[in-house]
């Protein structure tokens, strides 16, 4: 009887276990065998060659970042088309909580290849960000780790004529905080650069915090520190992307002039006060 008893507890507690686990996957978009199955996995091809410049674009999405990740949707609509064509945009994410699934075990954990590297990539980058969902940690050595060792490992950038360089890959950090699992971004960051020089690190910083500079010290990136300001964000943006100055504004001018000519077309006229 006792030994009954003791087999049916242990069928509990693993049940408990499972189900812990499988609740705690749907949170944090965990990998299981049924999953796996039923989506379509981001992967890097084995080898990609970019003549351009190879930006990667990493979005915190912890709890704090809704109002800032809803503007630099609006933004980069205006900023990613004015980009060289030659250039290939990826966008990762950390601390997102979305529906879709990815491969770590926990919040710590959480960061996941939206899109990889691709020339006139804006409406698969404007897609992924509004499809992510903030409410996670922040796991920026995490995060930083799998764009270095994974996103950016089999890229090679190339000149016209097929000759390697080293030079040209660029991540742009966009976050409002600093380490939120234990890392130590800074410390991977400067070992890491003792072994290789062709890696820049942008930060935007949304807040008064600057304790990620040294990613940016450390790689000959630029730090930009937004602190609450949407003009500053804009404006951060666009410098880390290379447009010039006012393109935001610019784009947001004319499709307002195109929506003003299209409602009109419609026999709507604007009355002026």
Avoid: H
Avoid at 78 to 103: E, H, M, Q, W
Avoid at 123 to 131: D, E, F
């Amino acid at each position: 009887m006792k030994l009954l008893l003791k087999k049916w507890l242990i069928i509990f507690f693993l049940f408990l276990f499972v189900l812990c686990n499988s609740v705690r996957a749907e949170k944090y978009n965990v990998y299981t065998p049924t999953t796996y199955k039923q989506i379509q996995i981001v992967q890097s091809p084995k080898r990609s060659n970019i003549e351009g410049e190879a930006i990667e674009l990493l979005v915190d999405y912890s709890g704090s970042m809704v109002p800032w990740i809803n503007l630099a949707r609006e933004t980069l609509i205006y900023i990613l088309p004015k980009i060289p064509k030659t250039s290939a945009v990826a966008l990762r994410v950390f601390g997102d909580v979305s529906s879709n699934t990815y491969s770590y075990f926990d919040s710590c954990r959480a960061t996941r290849l939206v899109s990889y590297f691709k020339k006139e990539n804006q409406s698969n980058i404007i897609k992924g960000l509004q499809q992510a969902k903030v409410g996670g940690n922040t796991p920026i050595e995490y995060a930083l780790r799998e764009t270095v060792n994974k996103d950016l490992k089999n890229i090679k950038i190339v000149s016209n004529d097929g000759k390697s360089v080293t030079q040209n890959k660029k991540i742009i950090l966009v976050t409002d905080g600093g380490e939120g699992c234990g890392g130590n971004p800074c410390a991977y960051i400067r070992d890491l650069m003792k072994m290789r020089n062709d890696i820049q690190i942008d930060v935007i910083q949304l807040g008064y915090d600057n304790s990620l500079n040294c990613l940016t010290q450390a790689s000959g990136g630029k730090f930009y520190s937004v602190s609450g300001s949407r003009q500053k964000f804009e404006s951060a943006l666009e410098d880390a992307f290379d447009v010039p100055k006012g393109t935001v504004e610019a784009g947001r001018n004319n499709a307002s002039i195109q929506n003003n000519q299209q409602t009109e077309q419609r026999g709507y006229k604007f009355i002026k006060f």
